[in-house]
């Protein structure tokens, strides 16, 4: 089992910035690269971005590019999520998880443990 703990959300003017973290604890060698993930009330799950935990490789969804980036610290088994230049549209509750999966993966089925979320409210 591979537990993961989110924190950082909170409220934030338009334009602002955040950083979530999510740490990792258990059987953690057994993942292969870390996602997050969002989901706005009424709307579905949606990929943010992924990182492989070994070489650093990253892949963002399309509606983050050039103002979220997602990194590592393997030492401490934790991946933060820096959000920059903030919108009203990415108020949403984000999760951190896992994947067993070698490969970018982009659906939230192929992510096999998962955090409990943190709220991220963008205020205009």
């Known amino acids: 089992q591979v537990q993961l703990v989110e924190s950082g959300g909170g409220l934030v003017q338009a334009g602002g910035s955040l950083r979530l973290s999510c740490t990792a604890s258990g059987r953690t060698f057994s993942t292969y690269a870390m996602g997050w993930f969002r989901q706005a009330p009424g709307k579905e799950r949606e990929f943010v971005a992924a990182?492989?935990?070994?070489?650093?490789?990253?892949y963002y969804g399309d509606s983050v590019k050039g103002r979220l980036t997602i990194s590592t610290d393997n030492a401490k088994y934790t991946v933060y999520l820096q959000m920059n230049s903030l919108k009203l549209e990415d108020t949403a509750v984000y999760y951190c998880a896992a994947t067993l999966y070698p490969g970018e993966r982009r659906n939230s089925n192929e992510y096999a443990y998962w955090g409990q979320g943190t709220q991220v409210t963008v205020s205009s």
């Open positions: 990182i492989r935990w070994s070489l650093g490789n990253t």
